[in-house]
Protein backbone atom coordinates (compact mmCIF):
# COMPACT_ATOMS: atom_id res chain seq x y z
CA UNK A 1 0.00 0.00 0.00
CA UNK A 2 1.41 3.55 -0.84
CA UNK A 3 1.02 6.87 0.81
CA UNK A 4 0.46 10.19 -1.48
CA UNK A 5 1.07 13.35 0.30
CA UNK A 6 -2.24 13.81 1.02
CA UNK A 7 -2.18 10.55 3.36
CA UNK A 8 1.17 11.89 5.23
CA UNK A 9 -0.63 15.43 5.49
CA UNK A 10 -3.68 13.90 7.35
CA UNK A 11 -1.05 11.59 9.68
CA UNK A 12 0.58 14.72 10.66
CA UNK A 13 -2.55 16.44 10.79
CA UNK A 14 -4.22 13.76 13.36
CA UNK A 15 -0.23 13.41 15.03
CA UNK A 16 -0.13 17.64 15.90
CA UNK A 17 -3.82 17.20 17.40
CA UNK A 18 -2.87 13.99 19.74
CA UNK A 19 0.12 15.86 20.95
CA UNK A 20 -1.96 19.15 21.69
CA UNK A 21 -4.37 17.03 23.83
CA UNK A 22 -2.11 15.47 25.76
CA UNK A 23 -0.02 18.47 26.27
CA UNK A 24 -3.04 20.26 27.14
CA UNK A 25 -4.10 17.15 29.03
CA UNK A 26 -1.05 17.15 31.30
CA UNK A 27 -0.41 21.02 31.96
CA UNK A 28 -4.03 21.40 33.06
CA UNK A 29 -2.95 18.12 35.75
CA UNK A 30 0.03 19.99 36.29
CA UNK A 31 -1.68 23.60 36.88
CA UNK A 32 -4.56 21.41 39.01
CA UNK A 33 -1.45 20.05 41.11
CA UNK A 34 -0.05 22.88 41.90
CA UNK A 35 -3.16 24.82 42.63
CA UNK A 36 -4.23 22.07 45.72
CA UNK A 37 -0.54 22.73 46.46
CA UNK A 38 -0.97 26.04 47.15
CA UNK A 39 -4.40 25.52 48.58
CA UNK A 40 -3.05 22.65 51.37
CA UNK A 41 -0.24 24.89 53.06
CA UNK A 42 -1.58 25.68 56.91
CA UNK A 43 -1.35 29.63 55.68
CA UNK A 44 -4.22 28.90 53.06
CA UNK A 45 -7.26 31.64 53.21
CA UNK A 46 -9.43 29.18 52.41
CA UNK A 47 -8.21 26.52 54.82
CA UNK A 48 -8.57 29.22 57.65
CA UNK A 49 -11.82 30.46 56.40
CA UNK A 50 -13.13 27.00 56.45
CA UNK A 51 -11.56 26.23 60.27
CA UNK A 52 -13.33 29.91 60.99
CA UNK A 53 -17.15 28.48 59.52
CA UNK A 54 -16.42 25.60 61.96
CA UNK A 55 -16.04 27.61 65.41
CA UNK A 56 -18.79 29.83 64.07
CA UNK A 57 -21.25 27.27 63.64
CA UNK A 58 -20.06 26.05 67.06
CA UNK A 59 -20.90 29.27 68.62
CA UNK A 60 -24.29 29.12 66.60
CA UNK A 61 -24.85 25.63 68.24
CA UNK A 62 -25.04 27.46 71.28
CA UNK A 63 -28.05 29.74 70.12
CA UNK A 64 -30.11 26.57 69.15
CA UNK A 65 -31.91 24.24 71.58
CA UNK A 66 -32.94 20.79 70.20
CA UNK A 67 -36.04 20.35 67.80
CA UNK A 68 -39.46 20.99 69.72
CA UNK A 69 -41.27 18.31 67.80
CA UNK A 70 -38.38 15.45 67.76
CA UNK A 71 -35.76 15.99 70.36
CA UNK A 72 -33.18 16.11 67.30
CA UNK A 73 -29.79 18.34 67.44
CA UNK A 74 -28.91 18.61 63.71
CA UNK A 75 -30.28 21.47 61.84
CA UNK A 76 -29.25 22.85 58.11
CA UNK A 77 -29.48 26.22 57.07
CA UNK A 78 -32.53 26.69 54.61
CA UNK A 79 -31.98 30.11 54.06
CA UNK A 80 -29.36 32.89 55.65
CA UNK A 81 -29.30 36.98 55.55
CA UNK A 82 -27.10 38.60 58.31
CA UNK A 83 -31.09 39.69 59.68
CA UNK A 84 -31.90 36.17 59.41
CA UNK A 85 -31.24 32.13 59.39
CA UNK A 86 -34.14 29.76 58.62
CA UNK A 87 -33.44 27.03 59.97
CA UNK A 88 -34.39 23.41 59.27
CA UNK A 89 -34.36 20.01 61.74
CA UNK A 90 -32.59 17.33 59.60
CA UNK A 91 -34.56 14.77 60.85
CA UNK A 92 -38.40 16.12 60.77
CA UNK A 93 -37.95 19.03 58.90
CA UNK A 94 -39.77 21.27 61.20
CA UNK A 95 -38.64 25.11 60.91
CA UNK A 96 -36.72 27.26 63.28
CA UNK A 97 -36.51 30.92 62.65
CA UNK A 98 -33.25 32.84 64.32
CA UNK A 99 -32.65 36.93 64.58
CA UNK A 100 -29.82 39.02 65.01
CA UNK A 101 -31.83 41.05 66.67
CA UNK A 102 -33.78 38.70 69.22
CA UNK A 103 -36.27 40.65 71.93
CA UNK A 104 -33.74 40.63 74.69
CA UNK A 105 -30.65 39.10 73.34
CA UNK A 106 -28.29 39.65 70.00
CA UNK A 107 -27.24 36.66 68.04
CA UNK A 108 -24.18 38.78 66.25
CA UNK A 109 -22.68 35.00 65.08
CA UNK A 110 -25.05 34.73 61.72
CA UNK A 111 -23.82 37.92 60.61
CA UNK A 112 -20.24 36.37 60.84
CA UNK A 113 -21.55 33.25 59.58
CA UNK A 114 -22.99 35.00 56.54
CA UNK A 115 -19.67 37.13 55.81
CA UNK A 116 -17.43 34.21 55.97
CA UNK A 117 -19.99 32.30 53.38
CA UNK A 118 -19.36 35.03 50.86
CA UNK A 119 -15.56 35.08 51.09
CA UNK A 120 -15.05 30.95 51.13
CA UNK A 121 -17.29 31.21 47.78
CA UNK A 122 -15.55 34.23 46.42
CA UNK A 123 -11.93 32.29 46.70
CA UNK A 124 -13.58 29.36 45.30
CA UNK A 125 -14.88 31.24 42.34
CA UNK A 126 -11.60 33.02 41.90
CA UNK A 127 -9.37 30.02 41.43
CA UNK A 128 -12.06 28.00 39.88
CA UNK A 129 -12.56 25.20 42.46
CA UNK A 130 -16.25 24.77 41.86
CA UNK A 131 -15.66 24.37 38.24
CA UNK A 132 -12.93 22.03 38.11
CA UNK A 133 -14.51 19.70 40.80
CA UNK A 134 -17.40 19.53 39.10
CA UNK A 135 -15.49 18.77 35.88
CA UNK A 136 -13.43 15.97 37.28
CA UNK A 137 -16.98 14.65 38.59
CA UNK A 138 -18.12 15.05 34.89
CA UNK A 139 -15.16 13.00 33.84
CA UNK A 140 -15.51 10.15 36.41
CA UNK A 141 -12.21 11.75 38.59
CA UNK A 142 -13.91 12.11 41.72
CA UNK A 143 -10.00 11.19 43.20
CA UNK A 144 -8.42 13.94 41.84
CA UNK A 145 -6.19 16.32 43.66
CA UNK A 146 -8.77 18.96 43.95
CA UNK A 147 -11.66 16.90 44.92
CA UNK A 148 -9.94 15.51 47.34
CA UNK A 149 -9.02 18.54 48.71
CA UNK A 150 -12.30 19.91 48.63
CA UNK A 151 -13.96 16.61 50.49
CA UNK A 152 -11.23 17.08 53.27
CA UNK A 153 -12.55 20.80 54.03
CA UNK A 154 -14.24 20.16 57.27
CA UNK A 155 -18.01 22.02 55.80
CA UNK A 156 -19.44 21.53 51.83
CA UNK A 157 -20.24 25.23 50.43
CA UNK A 158 -22.06 24.37 47.43
CA UNK A 159 -23.91 21.34 45.70
CA UNK A 160 -24.30 19.69 42.12
CA UNK A 161 -27.29 18.18 40.27
CA UNK A 162 -26.44 15.45 37.35
CA UNK A 163 -29.12 16.48 34.39
CA UNK A 164 -29.67 14.62 31.79
CA UNK A 165 -27.01 16.50 29.61
CA UNK A 166 -24.93 18.31 32.08
CA UNK A 167 -24.58 19.16 36.04
CA UNK A 168 -26.10 22.03 37.40
CA UNK A 169 -24.12 23.58 40.05
CA UNK A 170 -23.35 26.24 42.42
CA UNK A 171 -22.65 27.89 46.27
CA UNK A 172 -25.54 26.09 48.76
CA UNK A 173 -25.99 27.63 52.33
CA UNK A 174 -27.88 24.71 52.84
CA UNK A 175 -25.07 22.06 52.74
CA UNK A 176 -23.59 23.79 56.31
CA UNK A 177 -24.33 21.61 59.00
CA UNK A 178 -25.01 22.69 62.51
CA UNK A 179 -26.09 20.91 66.04
CA UNK A 180 -28.23 22.22 68.81
CA UNK A 181 -26.61 22.62 71.95
CA UNK A 182 -27.86 25.65 73.82
CA UNK A 183 -25.71 27.07 76.13
CA UNK A 184 -26.03 31.17 74.97
CA UNK A 185 -29.36 31.01 75.12
CA UNK A 186 -29.55 30.01 78.83
CA UNK A 187 -26.76 32.35 79.59
CA UNK A 188 -28.89 34.65 78.33
CA UNK A 189 -32.10 33.88 80.08
CA UNK A 190 -30.07 33.93 83.23
CA UNK A 191 -28.48 37.47 82.13
CA UNK A 192 -32.58 38.26 81.63
CA UNK A 193 -33.63 36.97 84.99
CA UNK A 194 -30.85 38.43 87.04
CA UNK A 195 -31.89 42.11 85.33
CA UNK A 196 -35.60 41.57 86.27
CA UNK A 197 -34.23 40.75 90.28
CA UNK A 198 -31.80 43.63 89.71
CA UNK A 199 -34.64 45.94 88.24
CA UNK A 200 -36.67 45.23 91.14
CA UNK A 201 -34.46 46.09 94.03
CA UNK A 202 -33.67 49.47 91.99
CA UNK A 203 -37.17 50.13 92.24
CA UNK A 204 -37.47 49.19 95.69
CA UNK A 205 -34.40 51.43 96.44
CA UNK A 206 -36.00 54.69 94.79
CA UNK A 207 -38.90 53.65 96.74
CA UNK A 208 -37.18 53.78 99.94
CA UNK A 209 -35.62 57.73 98.73
CA UNK A 210 -39.24 59.15 97.84
CA UNK A 211 -40.34 58.19 101.31
CA UNK A 212 -41.62 61.23 102.51
CA UNK A 213 -39.54 62.40 105.61
CA UNK A 214 -41.04 62.37 109.18
CA UNK A 215 -44.36 60.38 108.33
CA UNK A 216 -44.05 58.73 111.18
CA UNK A 217 -45.62 60.06 114.13
ZN1 LIG B 1 -37.19 17.73 64.42
Redesign the pocket.
Known amino acids: MEYNSYDYGAFFFVGLILVIIVVAGITSSGQERKKVEKLSQPNSRLKLKDKEMSSLLKELSGWINN??????NQYYIEEANSLQFSLR??????KKTLKTNEAFHKIEVLESIVSCFNEIIAIMNRDKIIQDYILNIDFNKRNAPINKYVDSLENKYFSYKRLKKSIKYGQDISQLRVFSEGSKLDEALKRLETKKVDGLETKRGKNDLFKPFGSCS
Request: aromatic share 0%.
Open positions: CKKCSGCSHCNS
